[in-house]
């Protein structure tokens, strides 16, 4: 069992960044690989990035290559999204989710947090 408590989200202007944290709780948090999702009104969820439980494979959306960085600490069970030059298209609600297997569809995750709000101006 994994229980996942995103944090970091807020508003931010276009072209600034924001560090988005995931904690979580469970004793096989290096088995899992980690994801972060989107959620914008009125679109389905989409991935944004995930990372292997070693951290050695990391896959990224094309739509935030570059811009986006994933990272994980096993020795504190968080897991990072670091966002810079945001742009108003990113504006969503951002979920981080666990995984025995990469993948980025979100039906192969089995824990997910509660997400966190993520609004950048133009």
């Known amino acids: 069992q994994v229980t996942l408590v995103e944090s970091g989200g807020g508003l931010v202007q276009a072209g600034g960044s924001l560090r988005l944290s995931c904690a979580a709780s469970?004793?096989?948090?290096?088995?899992?690989?980690m994801g972060w999702f989107r959620q914008a009104p009125g679109k389905e969820r989409e991935f944004v990035a995930a990372v292997t439980g070693s951290g050695a494979y990391i896959y990224y959306a094309d739509s935030v290559k570059g811009r986006f960085t994933i990272s994980r600490d096993n020795a504190k069970k968080i897991v990072y999204l670091q966002m810079n030059s945001l742009k108003p298209e990113d504006t969503a609600v951002y979920y981080c989710a666990a995984a025995a297997h990469y993948s980025s569809t979100p039906r192969n995750y089995n824990y997910w947090g509660q997400g966190t709000q993520v609004t950048v101006s133009s």
């Open positions: 469970g004793r096989t948090f290096s088995m899992y690989v």
